[in-house]
């Protein structure tokens, strides 16, 4: 009886000491998360196209390792930023992440990354690729106070707020359909001149891909009798459209400082889109040019989605689907050019949007019913 209870005991010191390497070696991870926004604003990061980044290092060889362990980090959240985990030795070590534009290999300026790492689980912060520093919370543009608030084409207008371009051409501002000069800037002020075509609109502000929305519409004044009656309006112009047409928009869609038409119709699957040559006096469109949508197009609307300063193409879609398409911009002055329509699945029928930025990050939100919204981030 003795024996076998010795016997037992030993078996049991035995599985103990075996075990003792396990239960003394505890995981250790580091997960890396890098913010990828900057360079999706700019263009030089497009995940559509096939682009991805990775995190190459001390620990891993700086990615050159046999096994093709590429160490790729994924956007889970859809938020631009990316993030890893990665399993490895504590101790110090240097990284820097890595981008792979359509096969050509990018990483970031600058002197490399430092981290000392612990025993255990850790999460590094959030850092920008490159270490921009362009895209800060605090950074997002403004726009305070707008004097005079109403005026004729041709007027200066001045624009107060923060976080401008001191350099005149890198603010994009639009009075609604058509864009503005800007005549002088500071970072907190900029003057622009009040262009032919403005409509009855908030002002807008892009810098950066961000967008700040003046808080009441600008009014375009003009000299008037200040009476509407019969002979107010010239006769009528006709120009033929697809049947059941249901909805316009109206913007500036090829550059030319000349507020363009979109049609959307019933009864058809494309836009068509009528690009403006009129002169003072005298109103005239080019021939119309079809954009096929694939899908009933019951409705457009045009903002600046992506922050490039072009004027894109949006349009709800409830049959036979329910989705949020959108059409790039990629025209020219003279010529209307659009990339294939992006969709953004929804629920509950949209048949209208309203876009604007409604949480004040600078990203246009785009809202299709009453309680429910899509953020945009191209």
């Keep these: 009886m003795k024996t076998s209870n010795v016997f037992l005991k030993l078996i049991f010191i035995l599985h103990l000491v075996l075990a003792l390497p396990v239960l003394m070696i505890a995981q250790t991870t580091v997960t890396f998360q890098v913010n990828m926004k900057i360079k999706m604003l700019k263009g030089t990061f497009l995940p559509s196209a096939g682009d991805i980044v990775t995190v190459r290092g001390s620990f891993n060889d700086w990615g050159f390792d046999p096994s093709g362990n590429v160490d790729t980090l994924f956007d889970f959240d859809n938020d631009s930023i990316y993030t890893r985990t990665e399993e490895m030795s504590a101790g110090y070590m240097e990284y820097k992440f890595w981008k792979t534009l359509r096969s050509e290999l990018d990483w970031e300026s600058g002197s490399n990354r430092a981290y000392t790492v612990i025993s255990g689980s850790q999460t590094l912060h959030v850092v920008y690729f490159d270490y921009d520093s362009e895209y800060d919370p605090a950074a997002i543009p403004t726009i305070t106070n707008i004097s005079p608030q109403s ?200 048949r209208r949007v309203a876009i604007s930025d409604f949480d004040g990050d600078g990203c246009q939100t785009l809202q299709y019913r009453a309680w429910v919204m899509i953020r945009f981030q191209f």
């Design 151 to 350: 005026g004729a084409v041709g007027a200066f207008v001045t624009i107060t707020g923060t976080n401008y371009s001191s350099t005149p051409a890198e603010n994009i501002v639009y009075f609604g359909a058509v864009k503005a000069s800007v005549t002088s800037a500071t970072s907190t002020a900029l003057e622009v001149i009040v262009p032919t075509g403005a409509t009855y609109s908030p002002i807008t502000v892009t810098i950066n891909g961000l967008t700040a929305y003046s808080s009441i519409p600008f009014i375009v004044t003009f000299a008037s009798s200040y009476s509407i009656d019969y002979g107010a309006f010239a006769g009528k112009v006709d120009f033929a459209n697809e049947s059941i047409p249901f909805l316009l928009a109206i913007g500036d869609l090829d550059g030319d400082g000349k507020p363009d038409v979109a049609s959307a119709s019933q009864d058809s699957s494309c836009f068509m889109l009528f690009r403006n040559t009129s002169t003072s006096g005298s109103i005239s469109f080019a021939t119309s040019i079809k954009l096929e949508t694939g899908f009933r197009s019951y409705n457009v609307f045009i903002n600046d989605i992506d922050g490039d300063g072009k004027l894109d193409l949006i349009s709800a879609m409830y049959e036979p689907d329910n989705r949020v398409a959108v059409f790039r911009n990629t025209s020219t002055p003279g010529s209307f050019s659009f990339e294939g329509r992006v969709d953004f699945a929804v629920g509950g029928s949209p």
